[in-house]
Protein backbone atom coordinates (compact mmCIF):
# COMPACT_ATOMS: atom_id res chain seq x y z
CA UNK A 1 0.00 0.00 0.00
CA UNK A 2 1.25 3.03 -1.18
CA UNK A 3 0.45 6.60 0.87
CA UNK A 4 -0.54 9.45 -1.28
CA UNK A 5 -1.25 12.87 -0.27
CA UNK A 6 -4.25 15.22 -0.11
CA UNK A 7 -3.69 18.39 -2.03
CA UNK A 8 -5.26 21.92 -1.14
CA UNK A 9 -7.80 21.19 -4.23
CA UNK A 10 -8.72 18.01 -2.93
CA UNK A 11 -6.56 16.25 -5.53
CA UNK A 12 -4.52 13.23 -5.27
CA UNK A 13 -2.14 11.52 -7.44
CA UNK A 14 -2.98 7.42 -8.56
CA UNK A 15 0.61 6.10 -7.80
CA UNK A 16 1.72 4.87 -11.63
CA UNK A 17 1.80 1.28 -10.80
CA UNK A 18 -1.69 1.15 -10.38
CA UNK A 19 -2.36 3.49 -13.91
CA UNK A 20 -0.19 0.90 -15.49
CA UNK A 21 -2.16 -1.95 -14.14
CA UNK A 22 -5.34 -0.99 -14.92
CA UNK A 23 -5.13 1.17 -17.56
CA UNK A 24 -6.10 4.62 -16.63
CA UNK A 25 -4.93 7.28 -18.51
CA UNK A 26 -5.91 10.92 -19.18
CA UNK A 27 -9.56 11.30 -19.92
CA UNK A 28 -10.70 7.87 -18.07
CA UNK A 29 -13.44 8.58 -15.70
CA UNK A 30 -13.80 7.07 -12.22
CA UNK A 31 -16.49 6.56 -9.64
CA UNK A 32 -16.34 6.89 -6.47
CA UNK A 33 -18.61 5.12 -3.81
CA UNK A 34 -18.33 6.09 0.14
CA UNK A 35 -18.65 2.95 2.67
CA UNK A 36 -18.26 3.92 6.02
CA UNK A 37 -14.65 5.22 6.35
CA UNK A 38 -13.80 3.63 3.40
CA UNK A 39 -13.62 5.13 -0.07
CA UNK A 40 -13.92 2.91 -3.22
CA UNK A 41 -12.98 3.95 -6.78
CA UNK A 42 -13.49 1.85 -9.82
CA UNK A 43 -12.86 2.90 -13.53
CA UNK A 44 -17.06 3.79 -15.33
CA UNK A 45 -15.21 3.27 -18.55
CA UNK A 46 -11.90 3.07 -20.47
CA UNK A 47 -11.38 5.69 -23.05
CA UNK A 48 -9.31 4.05 -26.50
CA UNK A 49 -6.30 6.40 -27.27
CA UNK A 50 -7.10 8.84 -29.97
CA UNK A 51 -4.76 10.02 -32.15
CA UNK A 52 -4.67 13.13 -34.42
CA UNK A 53 -5.50 11.12 -38.24
CA UNK A 54 -8.41 9.91 -36.07
CA UNK A 55 -10.20 13.85 -37.10
CA UNK A 56 -9.11 13.39 -40.96
CA UNK A 57 -11.74 15.08 -43.01
CA UNK A 58 -13.86 16.44 -40.00
CA UNK A 59 -12.97 19.77 -40.65
CA UNK A 60 -14.11 20.84 -44.74
CA UNK A 61 -13.72 23.71 -46.67
CA UNK A 62 -16.34 24.50 -49.10
CA UNK A 63 -14.23 27.05 -50.85
CA UNK A 64 -13.16 26.68 -54.49
CA UNK A 65 -9.77 25.44 -54.79
CA UNK A 66 -7.35 23.36 -53.18
CA UNK A 67 -6.43 24.35 -49.66
CA UNK A 68 -4.58 23.35 -46.89
CA UNK A 69 -3.96 23.86 -43.62
CA UNK A 70 -0.75 25.98 -44.15
CA UNK A 71 -2.87 28.52 -45.91
CA UNK A 72 -4.96 29.64 -43.38
CA UNK A 73 -3.26 31.86 -40.81
CA UNK A 74 -5.52 32.65 -37.46
CA UNK A 75 -3.99 36.18 -36.91
CA UNK A 76 -4.56 37.33 -40.58
CA UNK A 77 -8.10 36.07 -40.32
CA UNK A 78 -8.73 37.84 -36.35
CA UNK A 79 -7.83 41.01 -38.11
CA UNK A 80 -9.99 40.85 -40.95
CA UNK A 81 -12.71 40.02 -39.11
CA UNK A 82 -12.26 43.13 -37.00
CA UNK A 83 -12.43 44.95 -40.16
CA UNK A 84 -15.11 43.75 -41.23
CA UNK A 85 -17.11 44.83 -37.75
CA UNK A 86 -16.00 48.41 -37.92
Known sequence: MQTVTVSEKGQVVIP????RRLGIAPGCQLNFHLEGQVIHVEMKRQLAPSKAEDGFG???CKLPGKRRLTDFDVALAMREASDDRA
Open 58 to 60: MLV
Open 16 to 19: VQIR
